[in-house]
């Protein structure tokens, strides 16, 4: 004859097995709570680490033009201002335009003008030296002091044409250029003319007064058909002499 079971014992064992399955669970839980969270993608890490960011070269500020810039076209000179001829009072006062403008050597020169235009040109003074041919003529003079002052003057255009410059004289030579500009009575034209004369159909090369201070002398170089002649010319009474 069977035995029942008590009803006690019925009702237990359900009630074990349902205690057993949430310990289960429950240990389940715990032991997924223990398992460390996987670590983040190796394309996550990166994407969320910083992107560095590229250093860019500065552009030149200023980049050349693809298209070729015209330059401007230089501004026309302004020509230098021709100087004026001479006012036509004799004064020198003229501006030059260097070794007689290119003016064509006259047939024959007025050498009281030559003379006058160096002595304007030097403030005053006598003519101790004249020098040149054709058109150009370098006068030198010595003002009151002896001090030296040389222009050069155009024959053609009767005006300098270049200077005046200061000459160096030492002391002597200003001292002894005084002495005989003091004593002197035949000027540089007068003696110019009376050389030529002297040796007739010559051209006049240079004129240079020397001779001690109490009677200077003239000493002149003439030409004709290439040779060579001095003549002295006295600058107290203006005797000649050819040599």
Do not use: E
């Not at 693809?66 to 026309?76: D, E, G, I, K, R």
């Amino acid at each position: 004859m069977s035995r029942r079971r008590p009803a006690a014992t019925a009702r237990t064992i359900p009630t074990a097995i349902a205690i057993g399955l949430g310990l289960t669970v429950v240990l389940a839980g715990c032991t997924g709570g223990d398992t460390p969270s996987p670590s983040t993608s190796a394309t996550s890490t990166r994407s969320a680490s910083p992107t560095p960011t590229a250093t860019r070269t500065a552009a030149p500020t200023t980049a050349p033009s693809s298209t070729a810039t015209a330059a401007p076209a230089p501004a026309p000179s302004t020509p230098a201002a021709q100087p004026t001829d001479d006012p036509g009072d004799g004064s020198g006062s003229g501006t030059g335009t260097g070794n007689g403008g290119g003016a064509d050597a006259p047939a024959t020169i007025d050498w009281a003008n030559v003379t006058k235009q160096g002595v304007a040109a030097a403030g005053g003074g006598t003519v101790v030296s004249l020098i040149g041919s054709g058109d150009s003529w370098t006068v030198l003079v010595a003002g009151p002091d002896g001090a030296q002052t040389q222009s050069v003057v155009s024959a053609s255009l009767g005006r300098v044409t270049s200077g005046p410059f200061p000459k160096d004289a030492d002391a002597a030579t200003a001292a002894v250029n005084a002495a005989r500009a003091k004593s002197l009575q035949v000027d540089a034209a007068a003696a110019a003319t009376k050389a030529i004369a002297a040796v007739p159909g010559s051209a006049l090369g240079s004129l240079v007064l020397g001779g001690p201070g109490t009677a200077p002398v003239w000493t002149a170089s003439v030409s004709v058909s290439g040779a060579t002649t001095t003549v002295t010319v006295d600058g107290l009474s203006g005797a000649t002499r050819a040599s």
